[in-house]
């Protein structure tokens, strides 16, 4: 049996990896932001949003696959 705080740092470390992954994200998301704005202008902003919009739909849907095929295996398990 697992001890309570080997269980409660697994879980912080799990909290804090996806904190700061967050907080990178957010970072990387306004460079880029920048830099489109300063190289593509804001002419090109309705295109960028549509990419944006069916790269999402196509991330989420892979991911969901994904998420499908790993609760079969547990499923057939």
Do not use: P
Not at 28 to 33: E, L
């Amino acid at each position: 049996m697992k001890s309570t705080s080997f269980i409660v740092m697994r879980w912080a470390r799990l909290i804090i990896g996806e904190l700061t992954l967050l907080f990178a994200s957010i970072l990387v998301f306004r460079s880029t932001w920048t830099l489109l704005d300063e190289y593509l202008g804001k002419a090109h902003l309705w295109l960028m949003l549509a990419l944006g919009i069916i790269l999402t739909i196509g991330a989420l849907v892979l991911l969901n696959y994904e998420v499908q095929c790993e609760l079969d295996k547990k499923r057939q398990n």
